[in-house]
Protein backbone atom coordinates (compact mmCIF):
# COMPACT_ATOMS: atom_id res chain seq x y z
CA UNK A 1 0.00 0.00 0.00
CA UNK A 2 1.21 3.20 -1.00
CA UNK A 3 0.18 6.61 0.83
CA UNK A 4 1.11 9.93 -0.80
CA UNK A 5 0.25 13.24 0.97
CA UNK A 6 -1.55 15.97 -1.31
CA UNK A 7 -0.81 19.53 -0.71
CA UNK A 8 -2.87 19.61 1.57
CA UNK A 9 -2.58 19.04 5.13
CA UNK A 10 -4.52 15.42 6.26
CA UNK A 11 -5.44 14.78 2.61
CA UNK A 12 -4.25 11.53 1.09
CA UNK A 13 -4.07 9.28 -1.79
CA UNK A 14 -4.24 5.77 -0.62
CA UNK A 15 -2.81 3.52 -3.81
CA UNK A 16 -2.65 -0.46 -2.71
CA UNK A 17 -1.09 -3.67 -3.60
CA UNK A 18 -2.97 -4.97 -6.27
CA UNK A 19 -2.04 -9.06 -7.45
CA UNK A 20 -3.25 -9.98 -10.67
CA UNK A 21 -3.06 -12.87 -12.88
CA UNK A 22 -4.66 -14.72 -15.76
CA UNK A 23 -7.38 -14.95 -13.75
CA UNK A 24 -8.15 -11.46 -12.50
CA UNK A 25 -6.86 -9.60 -9.75
CA UNK A 26 -7.31 -9.46 -5.82
CA UNK A 27 -6.43 -6.70 -3.07
CA UNK A 28 -7.69 -5.36 -0.02
CA UNK A 29 -9.32 -2.53 -0.32
CA UNK A 30 -9.05 -1.59 3.55
CA UNK A 31 -7.34 -3.20 6.00
CA UNK A 32 -7.42 -1.11 9.33
CA UNK A 33 -3.88 -2.05 11.05
CA UNK A 34 -2.02 -1.17 7.61
CA UNK A 35 -4.00 2.59 7.55
CA UNK A 36 -3.49 2.84 11.47
CA UNK A 37 0.30 2.11 10.27
CA UNK A 38 0.96 4.05 7.84
CA UNK A 39 -1.15 7.53 8.80
CA UNK A 40 -0.71 10.38 11.39
CA UNK A 41 -4.22 9.56 12.47
CA UNK A 42 -6.60 6.03 13.18
CA UNK A 43 -9.78 5.76 11.70
CA UNK A 44 -12.45 3.54 12.77
CA UNK A 45 -14.84 3.41 10.13
CA UNK A 46 -18.60 2.59 11.06
CA UNK A 47 -20.75 2.64 7.55
CA UNK A 48 -20.13 1.83 3.78
CA UNK A 49 -22.09 3.55 0.98
CA UNK A 50 -22.14 2.93 -2.60
CA UNK A 51 -23.80 5.00 -5.31
CA UNK A 52 -24.37 4.23 -8.93
CA UNK A 53 -24.50 7.31 -11.36
CA UNK A 54 -24.45 7.95 -15.03
CA UNK A 55 -22.34 10.39 -17.15
CA UNK A 56 -21.97 13.84 -15.83
CA UNK A 57 -23.88 13.43 -12.65
CA UNK A 58 -22.26 15.09 -10.18
CA UNK A 59 -23.12 14.60 -6.16
CA UNK A 60 -21.56 17.32 -4.12
CA UNK A 61 -20.10 19.38 -2.57
CA UNK A 62 -21.49 17.71 0.86
CA UNK A 63 -20.63 17.64 4.45
CA UNK A 64 -21.54 17.33 7.82
CA UNK A 65 -21.24 20.06 10.68
CA UNK A 66 -19.13 18.88 13.76
CA UNK A 67 -20.08 16.94 16.25
CA UNK A 68 -21.15 14.63 13.11
CA UNK A 69 -18.70 15.41 10.64
CA UNK A 70 -17.34 12.20 8.97
CA UNK A 71 -13.68 11.27 7.75
CA UNK A 72 -14.53 9.44 4.24
CA UNK A 73 -12.32 6.69 2.41
CA UNK A 74 -13.70 7.18 -0.77
CA UNK A 75 -13.17 4.62 -3.70
CA UNK A 76 -14.69 3.81 -7.26
CA UNK A 77 -15.67 0.08 -8.17
CA UNK A 78 -16.46 0.53 -11.85
CA UNK A 79 -16.30 3.64 -14.24
CA UNK A 80 -14.26 6.76 -13.56
CA UNK A 81 -14.75 9.94 -11.66
CA UNK A 82 -13.18 13.18 -10.94
CA UNK A 83 -12.91 13.33 -6.97
CA UNK A 84 -13.07 16.89 -4.85
CA UNK A 85 -12.13 17.34 -2.07
CA UNK A 86 -12.44 21.16 -0.51
CA UNK A 87 -10.51 22.60 2.75
CA UNK A 88 -13.27 24.21 4.66
CA UNK A 89 -11.24 24.16 8.56
CA UNK A 90 -11.46 28.41 8.94
CA UNK A 91 -8.44 28.17 10.73
CA UNK A 92 -6.40 26.05 8.31
CA UNK A 93 -3.46 27.87 6.08
CA UNK A 94 -5.03 25.90 2.99
CA UNK A 95 -8.96 26.86 3.66
CA UNK A 96 -10.90 27.24 0.48
CA UNK A 97 -8.44 25.19 -1.11
CA UNK A 98 -9.26 21.85 -3.16
CA UNK A 99 -7.14 18.61 -4.61
CA UNK A 100 -9.39 16.52 -7.54
CA UNK A 101 -8.24 13.27 -8.14
CA UNK A 102 -9.43 11.31 -11.01
CA UNK A 103 -10.57 7.49 -9.43
CA UNK A 104 -10.99 4.80 -11.75
CA UNK A 105 -12.35 1.00 -11.23
CA UNK A 106 -8.87 0.50 -13.01
CA UNK A 107 -6.64 2.39 -11.10
CA UNK A 108 -7.72 1.26 -7.56
CA UNK A 109 -6.76 4.90 -6.02
CA UNK A 110 -8.40 6.38 -2.77
CA UNK A 111 -8.95 9.44 -1.07
CA UNK A 112 -9.03 9.55 2.59
CA UNK A 113 -10.99 12.68 3.27
CA UNK A 114 -10.93 14.10 7.02
CA UNK A 115 -13.18 15.95 8.69
CA UNK A 116 -13.47 19.77 8.16
CA UNK A 117 -13.79 19.06 4.16
CA UNK A 118 -16.46 19.27 1.55
CA UNK A 119 -16.72 16.40 -0.97
CA UNK A 120 -17.97 16.00 -4.52
CA UNK A 121 -17.88 13.92 -7.71
CA UNK A 122 -18.94 14.03 -11.02
CA UNK A 123 -19.05 10.93 -13.21
CA UNK A 124 -16.22 11.01 -16.36
CA UNK A 125 -17.47 7.48 -17.91
CA UNK A 126 -20.72 6.15 -19.36
CA UNK A 127 -21.55 5.14 -15.85
CA UNK A 128 -19.45 4.75 -12.17
CA UNK A 129 -19.64 3.00 -9.02
CA UNK A 130 -18.28 5.01 -6.57
CA UNK A 131 -18.25 3.39 -2.62
CA UNK A 132 -16.87 4.96 0.72
CA UNK A 133 -16.85 4.71 4.48
CA UNK A 134 -17.15 7.11 7.02
CA UNK A 135 -16.49 7.14 10.78
CA UNK A 136 -19.41 8.36 11.66
CA UNK A 137 -23.07 7.68 10.88
CA UNK A 138 -25.22 10.03 8.49
CA UNK A 139 -27.24 12.95 10.34
CA UNK A 140 -29.51 14.82 8.15
CA UNK A 141 -30.06 18.03 10.72
CA UNK A 142 -26.16 18.34 10.10
CA UNK A 143 -26.18 18.02 6.45
CA UNK A 144 -24.78 20.91 4.67
CA UNK A 145 -23.18 21.82 1.28
CA UNK A 146 -21.32 24.59 -1.10
CA UNK A 147 -22.37 25.12 -4.96
CA UNK A 148 -19.89 23.32 -6.83
CA UNK A 149 -19.68 25.73 -8.69
CA UNK A 150 -18.84 28.31 -6.07
CA UNK A 151 -16.41 31.10 -8.34
CA UNK A 152 -13.77 31.88 -5.13
CA UNK A 153 -13.19 28.06 -5.16
CA UNK A 154 -13.12 27.82 -9.05
CA UNK A 155 -13.10 23.80 -9.50
CA UNK A 156 -12.77 22.50 -12.96
CA UNK A 157 -14.72 19.41 -12.61
CA UNK A 158 -13.53 17.87 -16.40
CA UNK A 159 -16.48 17.80 -17.60
CA UNK A 160 -18.48 21.19 -20.07
CA UNK A 161 -21.43 22.05 -17.45
CA UNK A 162 -23.92 21.67 -19.72
CA UNK A 163 -23.47 17.58 -19.31
CA UNK A 164 -23.55 17.97 -15.99
CA UNK A 165 -27.03 16.48 -14.06
CA UNK A 166 -26.94 17.78 -10.70
CA UNK A 167 -30.02 16.89 -8.11
CA UNK A 168 -32.32 20.53 -6.72
CA UNK A 169 -30.48 20.04 -3.93
CA UNK A 170 -27.20 20.66 -5.22
CA UNK A 171 -28.14 23.42 -6.73
CA UNK A 172 -29.42 25.91 -3.92
CA UNK A 173 -26.03 25.48 -1.62
CA UNK A 174 -24.71 28.53 -1.03
CA UNK A 175 -21.22 29.53 -2.06
CA UNK A 176 -18.50 29.06 0.44
CA UNK A 177 -18.27 32.53 2.22
CA UNK A 178 -22.18 31.99 2.69
CA UNK A 179 -21.78 28.36 3.89
CA UNK A 180 -22.29 27.59 8.11
CA UNK A 181 -19.11 25.81 8.43
CA UNK A 182 -18.06 24.70 12.17
CA UNK A 183 -14.33 23.07 11.87
CA UNK A 184 -11.19 23.66 13.21
CA UNK A 185 -7.83 21.98 12.07
Not at 107 to 118: D, E, R
Request: glycine share 6%; proline share 5%.
Amino acid sequence: MQITKTKIKDLYIIEPDVFSDSRGYFFESYTKKKLDALLPENYTFVQDNESKSSYGVLRGLHYQLAPYSQTKLVRVIQGSVYDVAVDIRKDSPTFAQWVGVELTGENKKQLLIPKGFAHGFVVLSESAVFAYKCDEYYNPKAERGIIFDDPALGIDWKIDPADMIIADRDRKWPVLAEAEINFKV
